[in-house]
């Protein structure tokens, strides 16, 4: 059983920053790959950011430039930096991985952002 559990989402003022963190839990697991997706009410969930293996990355076109996920193998963590935060990157943020063939979400965090 693998549990993802987030945090570090919050309020910010628009032009700030937030660091989002996932740790996954389970023994001897290794999560891959490991990312981040995000909802706002009424719409799909969309990916944010998504982390294979040790450095390959691939993000949404809005963050890029602003956004950086990066990841602690060892301590099976994956991490959100969230810089020049803007209004419309107010959503819940889930953290999503990937163990054998089954994939895996947290619980949600909220990051709001204000004008």
């Known amino acids: 059983q693998v549990q993802l559990v987030e945090s570090g989402g919050g309020l910010v003022q628009a032009g700030g920053s937030l660091r989002l963190t996932c740790a996954a839990s389970?023994?001897?697991?290794?999560?891959?790959?490991m990312g981040w997706f995000r909802q706002l009410p009424g719409k799909r969930r969309e990916l944010v950011a998504i982390?294979?293996?040790?450095?390959?990355?691939n993000y949404v076109d809005s963050v890029k430039g602003r956004f950086t996920i990066s990841r602690d193998a060892a301590k099976n963590t994956v991490y959100l930096q969230m810089n020049s935060l803007k209004p419309e990157d107010t959503a819940v943020y889930y953290c999503y991985g990937i163990y054998g063939t089954q994939a895996y979400w947290g619980q949600g965090t909220q990051v709001t952002v204000s004008s």
């Open positions: 389970g023994n001897g697991v290794s999560v891959d790959p």
């Open positions: 982390m294979v293996g040790s450095n390959m990355t």
